[in-house]
């Protein structure tokens, strides 16, 4: 009875936070499935043949490589060398991945309640060298067996507005050194040798001095609400839904609480450049009472975080900054660059908004600006920030 009490309640969590649109009558869910711990174990995981992607999630730069997440079901590997002819090399199978991160060849990526390492030293033939068993464990369903949840597209007819649910996948699991680069929806990043990955309510550290054997170390208890994780110059900017932590990591292994810069409940992003923070506040299925705005916040003392300005926004998402510049994703409403110079007069320099496409995330990559849409992932040459000149898109199979 148990059992299929929680089955129900994950085939509403499914359908309430997981979908998206593909035709014009009909929509994709996803249908969760219970299954034990044993049973996730067992599902294969490693290299395969190269496939389209069906959905796109995170997004990971390194070296010459994109690397785009598939929910829930692993990662695309992307040469990437010529960012207006990507080449579909191969896919990684991790069911129940939507995070990940690279450091001196070594991928990192959530498989449900796991952690689990990739060898790229050779492209052609990437090798799973550890996993770490229960270090996500707040995945676990309630009760004494152990039971998580996967999930089945299924095809149904799509709602009407009038019983409209606002989707925005919520996912359960930027970087310096020899890692690779992440956009801001990223819940793994690395610094100094060391693994963060955020959880619903929690810091989890992992110590990756030697990369192919990762050490779990802790978890510390943040609260509920956790969304993202940004790294800058030793610190750990943590966005959550109800305002931004900064800690401070000069020692990598024991992060510790400066401050936290609140905010009204709202889905929240957030990136840093030089000593000021940008952050995201917007409406979705979990962030209803929010406003749609862009917040610049003066963390020259990182102990006292305070608001410089704040910047209406139609529905603002993933962000990035390179120089006097910042991209920001408006989900349905395009993608919009400013000059941020000037940061009392954002607002005022607007340089170009293209809205023809869905935007979620942005990196502002080394060669291009990589731009996740409902379609399919975006290539931007982005010298002139106020004319913007796609080079490729990566088309996801809706």
């Given at each position: 009875?148990?059992?299929n009490?929680?089955n129900v309640?994950?085939?509403?969590?499914?359908?309430?936070?997981?979908t998206?649109?593909?035709?014009?009558?009909y929509e994709?869910?996803?249908?969760a499935?219970?299954?034990?711990?044993?049973?996730?174990?067992?599902?294969?995981?490693g290299?395969t043949?190269?496939?389209p992607?069906?959905?796109?999630?995170k997004i990971y730069i390194?070296n010459?490589?994109l690397?785009?997440?598939?929910?829930?079901?692993g990662?695309?590997?992307?040469?990437?060398?010529n960012?207006?002819?990507?080449?579909n090399?191969?896919?990684?199978?991790?069911p129940g991945n939507?995070?990940?991160?690279?450091h001196?060849?070594?991928l990192?990526?959530?498989n449900?309640?796991d952690?689990?390492a990739?060898?790229?030293?050779d492209?052609?033939?990437?090798?799973?060298?550890?996993?770490?068993?229960?270090?996500?464990?707040?995945?676990?369903?309630?009760?004494?067996e152990k039971?998580?949840y996967t999930?089945?597209d299924?095809?149904?007819?799509?709602r009407?507005s009038?019983?409209k649910?606002y989707?925005d996948?919520?996912s359960?699991s930027?970087?310096?050194?020899?890692?690779?680069q992440?956009?801001?929806?990223?819940?793994?990043?690395l610094?100094?040798?060391?693994?963060?990955?955020v959880g619903?309510?929690?810091?989890s550290?992992?110590?990756?001095?030697t990369?192919?054997?990762?050490?779990?170390?802790?978890?510390?208890t943040l609260?509920w609400?956790?969304?993202?994780?940004f790294?800058?110059?030793n610190?750990?900017f943590?966005?959550t839904?109800?305002g931004?932590h900064?800690?401070?990591?000069?020692?990598p292994?024991?992060?510790?609480q400066?401050s936290t810069?609140?905010h009204?409940?709202?889905c929240d992003?957030?990136?840093?450049?030089?000593?000021?923070?940008?952050?995201t506040?917007?409406t979705?299925?979990?962030?209803r009472?929010?406003?749609?705005?862009?917040?610049v916040v003066d963390i020259?003392?990182?102990?006292?975080?305070?608001q410089l300005a704040?910047?209406?926004?139609?529905n603002?998402?993933g962000?990035s900054?390179s120089?006097d510049n910042?991209?920001?994703?408006?989900g349905?409403f395009?993608?919009?660059?400013?000059?941020?110079?000037?940061?009392?007069k954002?607002?005022?320099?607007?340089l170009?908004?293209l809205?023809n496409?869905?935007s979620f995330?942005?990196?502002a990559?080394p060669?291009s600006?990589?731009?996740?849409g409902e379609?399919g992932?975006?290539?931007?040459n982005?010298?002139n920030a106020?004319n913007l000149k796609?080079?490729s898109?990566i088309k996801a199979?809706?």
């Amino acid at each position: 009875m148990k059992k299929n009490l929680i089955n129900v309640i994950l085939f509403v969590l499914a359908v309430a936070v997981f979908t998206s649109c593909k035709k014009d009558e009909y929509e994709t869910i996803q249908i969760a499935k219970m299954i034990s711990v044993k049973e996730m174990r067992a599902l294969p995981t490693g290299i395969t043949k190269a496939t389209p992607a069906k959905r796109t999630g995170k997004i990971y730069i390194y070296n010459d490589y994109l690397f785009i997440n598939e929910p829930n079901e692993g990662i695309h590997i992307y040469n990437n060398a010529n960012p207006s002819a990507p080449v579909n090399v191969a896919f990684l199978k991790i069911p129940g991945n939507v995070d990940l991160a690279i450091h001196n060849n070594i991928l990192y990526a959530d498989n449900f309640i796991d952690l689990l390492a990739f060898d790229l030293s050779d492209m052609n033939n990437i090798k799973q060298v550890k996993r770490l068993t229960d270090v996500f464990n707040q995945l676990y369903s309630p009760g004494s067996e152990k039971y998580l949840y996967t999930y089945k597209d299924t095809v149904v007819k799509k709602r009407t507005s009038k019983d409209k649910i606002y989707y925005d996948a919520y996912s359960s699991s930027s970087s310096q050194g020899g890692s690779g680069q992440g956009g801001s929806m990223a819940r793994f990043t690395l610094m100094n040798d060391y693994l963060y990955a955020v959880g619903l309510n929690n810091l989890s550290l992992f110590d990756v001095k030697t990369a192919s054997n990762p050490t779990f170390l802790k978890a510390i208890t943040l609260g509920w609400g956790v969304e993202t994780i940004f790294p800058y110059e030793n610190k750990l900017f943590i966005g959550t839904n109800r305002g931004m932590h900064i800690f401070s990591a000069t020692d990598p292994a024991n992060p510790v609480q400066l401050s936290t810069y609140s905010h009204i409940f709202a889905c929240d992003p957030v990136v840093v450049q030089g000593k000021y923070a940008y952050v995201t506040l917007r409406t979705g299925n979990n962030c209803r009472q929010a406003s749609n705005q862009l917040e610049v916040v003066d963390i020259e003392d990182p102990a006292k975080p305070k608001q410089l300005a704040v910047y209406p926004m139609q529905n603002p998402h993933g962000l990035s900054t390179s120089g006097d510049n910042l991209f920001l994703c408006e989900g349905n409403f395009g993608i919009k660059s400013f000059n941020i110079a000037n940061k009392t007069k954002i607002g005022d320099n607007l340089l170009q908004h293209l809205n023809n496409i869905k935007s979620f995330d942005v990196i502002a990559g080394p060669k291009s600006l990589i731009v996740t849409g409902e379609d399919g992932v975006y290539q931007f040459n982005y010298t002139n920030a106020a004319n913007l000149k796609q080079l490729s898109i990566i088309k996801a199979q809706l």
